[in-house]
């Protein structure tokens, strides 16, 4: 009964019979790529294998007469090989090694205060001349006298004094000072050496050079005026004053002893403001110089 009625239906109805003949044509494609693929399986590997025999097997020109080429094998670069230097003709022997650097005596540390001319300096700058004073004719001391000097020594500026030097460690206060290295002039005290700086010079470096009697004559403005001299220390205060009362402060720096000829103490110094003070030593045989340094503050 179910099979008539399929029958009537399907003869009855368009759409059914279309859905039927679709759903025909669907499977028997479906059959058809099944067994496509079917067929073609087996042949993968056996294509698979034949490449890798290929690749494997060495190539064989088609012409038995002319051997295949073969590429050469290429060695690899070498490595850079730095040059050395030729070693020397007899190899025991050793370079000479090089000197160490000396270090500097205090006798050529004294050559940082030589004479030293700017491009700007006179004549006058270059002359050389000995050092001034000679005790040699003067008389020694007594006690009483050298008691006096270590008390305090007030001094009156004569007429020809261009300025005054006070030192106050060593007693000393407004000596005057004289721009003359003339007998005379040291018999009336402390002496400018011409031709040397001034406080007031207006140049970028000085040396203002004052000399003194370690002796003299008593009764002169010179009499003992630098004999405490060698008690000056670093670091004490020594002060000039010109004549319109000025102030030029310096402290010390050391003290040395030169011969007579030694005149490069009295140039002037690179860069430096410098105050030299100067007397005889040593007593009583006065054949060196007493210098003590003092630099600008």
Known sequence: MRLRDLTYRFERDPLLRVGVVAMILALGFATVVAVAASLEGPMEPAAAKQEV??????????????????EKDIPPPRPEVTSRPPSPSNPDKRPAPQPEPRTRSSASQAEDFRTWQSSSGNAK??????????????????????????QPRHYHLPPGAIMSLSVRSIGLDNVPVLNSNTRRALDMGVVHLPDTSFPWSETPERNVYLAGHRLGWPGTGSHLVFYRLNELDGGERITLRDRQ?????????????????DDWVTGRVRGRDLLTLQTCTPIPTFEKRLIVRAERI
Request: net charge negative.
């Open 125 to 150: 700058d270059q002359s050389r001349q000995a050092l001034p004073l000679d005790e040699t004719d003067y008389p020694l001391p007594t006690n009483d006298q050298l008691q006096a000097t270590n």
């Open 245 to 261: 009362g000025t102030r030029y402060h310096y402290r010390v720096l050391e003290s040395f002893i030169v011969g007579p000829e």
């Open 53 to 70: 025999k290929s690749a494997t097997e060495p190539l064989v020109r088609s012409d038995p007469s002319v051997d295949p080429w073969v």
